[in-house]
Structure formats: C-alpha cells, structure tokens
C-alpha cells in the first residue's frame, strides 16, 4: 500500500469531481489517499516527502491562467527537492478558451518536470463537467500510477 497526497481546487464543482473519482478508483488497489483542498486545508510542499504519489489538480480561469489559490502552492514548489517524485495533474478548463484550454494544468506539469519530478504523461484536461470518456482516461491515469507505485515497491 502507497500513500498518495492529493490537492485540488475547484471552484464550479468539476475538478473535485475528477479528484473524487480518481480517489475511488485508487481505492480498489488499496492506496492511502490523503486528499486536500487549495481553499480549505493548509498545504505545507515540505510534505511531499512523507508521500510516494503526489497528484495536484486545478482549474483554470478563462485565459488558462492558475487560480490565486493555487499561486503561492506554485511559487513554494522550489523550496523542497521533488527530484524523482511520482506527481500527476489534473483538472478542467473550458474550450471556449482554445488556445488557453487548460493553461494552469500545463503550468504546473511544466514546473514540476522542471523541477525534476517522475510526471505522469497523461495531463488529464476535461472541458467543463467531465463525462464517460474522461472517467476513462482517469482509469488509465490511476493505472498508470499504480504501475509506477508497484515497481517502486519491487
């Protein structure tokens, strides 16, 4: 058994869905999931290391830009070493914005590949309220990890 952090902020109700539903399907490999909100829980990075699996998901404002909950979370990422650590993100955004759909997703995979974390490749982005075929690629999300979590255990 891992044991999993995971911070969301969602403001219209749609990347908690995700959260939610990502922390059910972890649930059936037997993960510890710690799950956290951006507007409501205090969120120290320094915790990353008591964790195998950090997953992070957001939403983002009209212009792809990250949410003010999400800012300071962002800019206190440089202050611990995530070198190696399993992260994943997460989140909803709306088409409307094409060209920024999803911006603070992009944002924060971006930083912590800088920063050197094992990201998962699947950037899970859902227009609005997600549907069937974004609770499938969760499932794929959740596999993926858990795969990582096992060879990391072996």
Not at 52 to 61: F, H, P
Not at 69 to 92: A, N, P, R
Not at 125 to 139: G, I, S, T, Y
Request: charged share 30%.
């Amino acid at each position: 058994m891992s044991r999993i952090l995971m911070l969301y902020a969602s403001v219209t109700g749609n990347t908690e869905e995700l959260a939610v539903a990502i922390a059910e399907m972890l649930q059936k490999y037997n993960h510890e999931i710690n799950m956290k909100t951006f507007d409501a829980d205090a969120i120290d990075v320094e915790e990353f290391n008591k964790y195998d699996a950090v997953l992070v998901g957001t939403y983002s404002w009209d212009d792809g830009a990250m949410p003010y909950e999400v800012e300071d979370f962002y800019d206190e990422l440089e202050d611990v070493d995530i070198t190696g650590k399993l992260v994943g993100v997460f989140g909803s955004g709306d088409t409307f914005y094409l060209e920024t759909f999803g911006g603070a997703i992009e944002l924060l995979g971006e930083r912590f590949v800088e920063l050197g974390a094992d990201v998962l490749p699947d950037w899970i982005k859902v227009d609005l309220e997600p549907d069937e075929k974004d609770f499938a690629r969760c499932q794929k999300f959740v596999e993926e990890l858990n795969r990582k979590l096992e060879s990391m255990t072996e």
